[in-house]
């Protein structure tokens, strides 16, 4: 529940600056400094307000699935069931979002500077930052899905279903 408090007031934290930065229009005061933008994070901004209130929404029915196990509703720990469920689907859903992340921070730079002896130590330091970002993101993954499915498998357990009303 602390960490669904917590989420929630990020949230609102969050919405009240998308709020007042949609005003600023980020996006627009970068791309008139002349900095490349890559696609997905012009899709981001573009998007900010509803990816927030997804976040927020999110966070709310966390907050209140929490709180229905804590007072050992049944659909409280079915409704964590599906929440330990859906977070260690999507660790590995977001694992192919590294690569693209990389090489939106590899588009940032012009293609001559990428060709001469700095820009060659930085596609260096990128190539290896990608691989120990996808190692460690596939590490923790597996970590996390043993986790959650230890955790849904002692809340399916009889003794444990049976505290639930």
């Not at 899709?43 to 929490?66: D, E």
């Not at 659909?75 to 069931?81: E, K, M, Q, V």
Request: no cysteine; glycine share 6%.
């Amino acid at each position: 529940m602390v960490m669904a408090a917590l989420a929630i007031l990020w949230g609102l934290i969050q919405l009240v600056l998308v709020l007042a930065l949609s005003r600023l229009d980020m996006l627009d005061v970068m791309q008139s400094q002349g900095l490349p933008l890559p696609e997905a994070f012009q899709w981001i901004g573009r998007h900010a307000l509803s990816l927030t209130a997804l976040m927020l929404g999110v966070s709310i029915a966390f907050f209140l699935v929490s709180w229905a196990m804590f007072k050992r509703r049944e659909w409280g720990r079915l409704g964590f069931i599906v929440f330990l469920v859906l977070v260690a689907l999507l660790n590995f859903a977001s694992l192919p979002f590294i690569h693209s992340l990389f090489d939106s921070m590899r588009s940032m730079f012009p293609a001559e500077f990428l060709q001469s002896a700095e820009g060659m130590e930085l596609r260096a330091q990128l190539n290896s930052g990608l691989w120990m970002s996808l190692f460690t993101g596939a590490i923790t993954a597996i970590a996390f899905a043993g986790l959650h499915g230890w955790l849904v498998i002692k809340l399916q357990r009889p003794d444990v279903r049976a505290l639930f009303h």
